[in-house]
């Protein structure tokens, strides 16, 4: 697996890890907090071929609460 593949895997199975304990009971919420976003932030880019050609994650429909 490639350098980038390998941080990109590593970060979002940290995401899903850190998701699966805020659903536990007596998750320290002050650490989810701290943690969540900063992991959020060092996502890397995804890497070659997570998408499909032509994808543009701006596309799409509007959500509720989403600005027009």
């Given at each position: ?49 997570t ?18």
């Amino acid at each position: 697996m490639c350098p980038d593949c390998d941080d990109f895997a590593r970060t979002v199975l940290m995401l899903g890890q850190l998701a699966l304990y805020a659903d536990m009971f007596g998750a320290d919420d002050d650490f989810i907090e701290a943690v969540g976003p900063s992991l959020a932030a060092s996502l890397p880019e995804p890497p070659p071929g997570t998408f499909p050609p032509g994808y543009d994650p701006t596309e799409g429909p509007d959500y509720p609460g989403e600005p027009s």
